[in-house]
């Protein structure tokens, strides 16, 4: 008997573009307790001030919002506690080295269920912008929206 998943659950950060040049990108796998993908397949979740970061030899997600199961009784989870990231020993190693160079960090970008009803972090080696590109991102944002409006006149 086969399940029907619901897989238009997608969560992203929306300022992980603006404040970070993506440099690459890896699909990382969440372990999470049975009343946290619950939550999440409610659609109770946020990763907009989320974080990734290393502790012996693992990758963590740090402050990312889960919220407490409504049915959920003294097993319930913390909302904000960190979960580990589940990469492969080489994509980790790669990921390590580069955090080591200055001004790399890694954010997470999306979170969604795939088709098998498993949740996944697409995450992100990113290098912070730098107030002038930030500045000229906005510039192209507002000249597209001006072509978008001029089109639409006409």
């Known amino acids: 008997m086969k399940q029907n998943i619901n897989n238009n659950i997608k969560f992203s950060n929306k300022k992980a573009h603006f404040l970070y040049e993506i440099i690459e990108t890896f699909n990382a796998g969440i372990q999470l307790l049975g009343t946290e993908i619950k939550s999440i397949r409610n659609g ?5 001030d989320s974080y990734c970061f290393f502790e012996k030899g693992e990758l963590y997600i740090k402050n990312m919002y889960i ?11 913390t909302p904000r ?9 080489r994509e980790l190693n790669r990921l390590e080295k580069k955090i080591k160079e200055k001004g790399f ?12 009803g498993l949740a996944k972090v697409n995450i992100g080696l990113a290098r912070g912008k ?3 590109d930030k500045r000229e991102d906005i510039k192209q944002k507002d000249a ?3 072509l978008d409006r001029m089109n639409k006149i006409r």
């Open 144 to 146: 597209k929206r001006e």
């Open 67 to 77: 919220a407490e199961y409504e049915y959920g009784t003294h097993y319930n989870h």
């Open 130 to 132: 730098k107030l002038y």
């Open 105 to 116: 960090t890694i954010v997470p970008i999306t979170m969604y269920i795939n088709d098998k």
């Open 81 to 89: 506690g960190d979960r580990k990231l589940l990469l492969t020993r």
């Open 44 to 48: 109770k979740a946020n990763i907009n």
